[in-house]
């Protein structure tokens, strides 16, 4: 009996000395849901990755989870863990893209691009953003499509008012005096032919891509010369106004 007591004893002594595992908020405890969310957010990340390429290679409608799963490595049931279905991949995508989009054109749209020559303004401007959509054909795929979610098209529509609103900034830069009506007009018609332009672009590769894009530049520039090249600030208001049809 004492023996039995004895190693009852030890038992208990070396129990206590052992650290006692420590709860939320310290030690093991706090650090494992820890490694769980780096673990979720690494996934969710492989996961959104393995989107954009199934999103631009394929289109929205054309894609599925499977597709989806299958380019990330993990089965259906692992994705579906982290997202209900496609919309929600879909959304979660569009506002990470677009997160990154209004920090490429906030850059390019810098006031300090309106001392530069006209040629060398579309240049500073138009490469980050055609180099933005060339490297992420998802982001065009979401913001274009006819079947994509509401909210990314919510989304689409402000992004559009805000980068008009960014254009007719840069425009009125270099026409202080043009009326506000026709500086919209302006800056609408610039809008539009980038992004008629961006389609041709987005639609071809390598040299053909290339080409395309001297195109685009060719268009803005003839368009724009009139009325913000270096000899257009000598010319009368009304000479620099587009004739009525």
């Not at 850059?107 to 055609?130: C, K, N, Q, Y």
């Amino acid at each position: 009996m004492p023996e039995a007591r004895a190693k009852k004893g030890a038992a208990g002594d070396g129990a206590a000395g052992k650290p006692a595992a420590e709860g939320p908020g310290g030690g093991a405890g706090a650090a494992r849901p820890r490694r769980r969310q780096a673990r979720g957010e690494a996934r969710i990340a492989q996961l959104l990755n393995a989107a954009a390429t199934i999103f631009g290679a394929n289109g929205y409608t054309a894609s599925s989870t499977n597709a989806i799963a299958r380019e990330a490595g993990v089965s259906p049931g692992t994705l579906y863990q982290f997202f209900p279905n496609k919309e929600a991949i879909a959304v979660k995508l569009g506002d990470q893209l677009l997160l990154r989009w209004r920090d490429t054109y906030g850059a390019a749209f810098t006031p300090s691009h309106i001392e530069l020559p006209l040629d060398r303004m579309l240049d500073a401007i138009l490469d980050p953003l055609i180099a933005f959509n060339c490297e992420n054909p998802a982001f065009f795929v979401l913001m274009h499509g006819s079947e994509i979610p509401g909210r990314i098209t919510e989304a689409h529509d402000t992004l559009h008012v805000t980068m008009l609103s960014r254009v007719e900034e840069v425009l009125a830069g270099y026409l202080p005096e043009t009326p506000a009506a026709q500086l919209h007009r302006v800056a609408e018609m610039t809008f539009m032919v980038f992004k008629a332009g961006l389609d041709l672009v987005l639609a071809n590769e390598g040299d053909e891509r290339a080409a395309y894009i001297r195109e685009l530049k060719t268009a803005m520039y003839r368009y724009l010369d009139p009325l913000i090249g270096d000899d257009a600030p000598d010319l009368a208001p009304q000479a620099r106004q587009s004739p009525t049809l």
